[in-house]
């Protein structure tokens, strides 16, 4: 499955996802020639809705990729625990990203169903991810990146 992603600021296209099955979960190969990210570790997660348009806030504030709702957790744990152990479904490997805002990076989600892919979103967060709730969200930050998986 072929994913594109976009600047879900911008709007512009920056690179795409192929996902494939793999034993037991998903092997994501994702190639992002340049993006505004900076150089570091950044989150990569599977949200829940296949839509990665922006939100608003009662208060105003817009939430770039606020569509994709939540990290994808059909059994409802609550927890990111990373791609390893039994949190959400949707926690998947940190991407590291190179100066330029480059990112050529094979993963696998070992607990990730392939089937369970299509009509999800794919998000890549401003940040890394310790893959636990403290700070919140493993420390990820804001949406940055992100495609539909049609």
């Known amino acids: 499955m072929n994913i594109s992603v976009y ?4 709007l512009e296209m920056v690179g795409h996802v192929d996902a494939y099955p793999y034993k037991t ?3 994501f190969i994702v190639t992002i020639p340049s993006s505004r ?9 599977v949200h829940e809705n296949p839509n990665v348009g922006p939100t608003q806030k009662p208060n105003g504030e817009i939430v770039y990729g606020g569509a994709a709702g939540a990290h994808y957790d059909p059994a409802k744990t609550g927890t990111h625990l990373g791609p390893y152990r039994n949190g959400h479904l949707g926690d998947l490997p940190v991407l590291t990203f ?20 299509k009509g999800r979103s794919v998000i890549i967060h401003l940040g890394g991810d310790n893959y636990t709730d403290h700070p919140p969200n493993g420390g990820g930050k804001a949406r940055v990146l992100g495609g539909v998986a049609l």
Do not use: K, N
């Not at 190179?98 to 169903?113: K, L």
């Open 7 to 10: 600047d879900l600021g911008t």
């Open 25 to 27: 979960g998903t092997a």
């Open 98 to 117: 190179e100066s330029g805002g480059s990112c050529i990076q094979a993963v696998y989600a070992p607990r990730f169903p392939y089937d369970e892919l």
């Open 37 to 45: 990210l900076r150089a570091g570790e950044h989150g990569f997660h």
